[in-house]
């Protein structure tokens, strides 16, 4: 069974679209998350929710819109997509100050 | 506010011979430290963490670190590399009382044959 599963794992779309990338765990944690990794490989966090509450809202445009409907689930929903928006987004959970568990990333390519 | 940096963003080893990686942090507070490896196309996955207690921690796949407060690091060693270690290595931390994991910008590991 896999841990922290996103979909869809590539997403190609044009600029202007509107787009969203779904994550569940089936780890019982509390706190889930949202990474992008640039095309230099550098991960910096987006958003986080604990328990269904936002906790972590970094400088993030916000065209950018999570949603998290229960503790098992995380969704990221980009409107208006624009070419910088092109990076591998990940999913991840983690109990309480324990070690993070990562999806297998979502591939966005905006053309 | 906590950092990490990672020395080195390209490392190359031959086949056998040791892994060094290095990863410095900055943090206010007693830092978790984490070493993850990337696989291309593939997600993230833990290698070992240090959260409290003993200082030297071993992980998966024959990797090691150590976290030495007095230098602020946490690098990662493997003793004989083997080909299968090609990959993207990254150091993270999170200061306890917080939920915000920290990346260092990766080290790629090259394992010459």
């Known amino acids: 069974d896999t841990a922290v599963s996103q979909t869809p794992k590539y997403l190609v779309t044009q600029m202007g679209n509107d787009k969203s990338i779904k994550c569940e765990q089936n780890?019982?944690?509390?706190?889930m998350y949202w990474y992008k990794q640039d095309s230099k490989k550098f991960l910096k966090i987006m958003f986080s929710?604990?328990?269904?509450?936002?906790?972590i809202n970094e400088t993030v445009p916000n065209r950018f819109s999570p949603k998290s409907p229960d503790k098992a689930h995380l969704n990221l929903h980009i409107n208006s997509l624009e070419l910088g928006d092109s990076a591998v987004y990940f999913c991840?959970?983690?109990?309480?100050?324990?070690?993070?568990?990562f999806g297998q990333g979502t591939r966005l390519t905006v053309v | 506010a906590q950092s990490v940096t990672q020395l080195g963003s390209h490392v190359s080893v031959s086949e056998g011979a040791l892994v060094l990686l290095r990863c410095n942090y900055s943090?206010?507070?007693?830092?978790?430290l984490f070493w993850y490896v990337q696989y291309p196309n593939q997600g993230l996955q833990l290698l070992l963490k240090?959260?409290?207690?003993?200082?030297l921690v071993k992980g998966i796949n024959g990797f090691e670190a150590e976290f030495k407060k007095s230098e602020t690091s946490f690098h990662l060693t493997k003793p004989s590399a083997h080909m299968s270690d090609a990959a993207e290595y990254f150091c993270?931390?999170?200061?306890?009382?917080?939920?915000?994991?920290?990346f260092g910008t990766g080290t790629r590991l090259k394992v010459l044959a």
């Open positions: 991840a959970s983690s109990q309480t100050r324990a070690e993070a568990f």
């Open positions: 780890l019982g944690h509390d706190t």
């Open positions: 929710y604990n328990n269904k509450e936002l906790i």
């Open positions: 943090s206010s507070v007693p830092p978790y």
């Open positions: 240090y959260t409290t207690g003993a200082t």
């Open positions: 993270a931390v999170m200061a306890s009382g917080t939920y915000k994991y920290i």
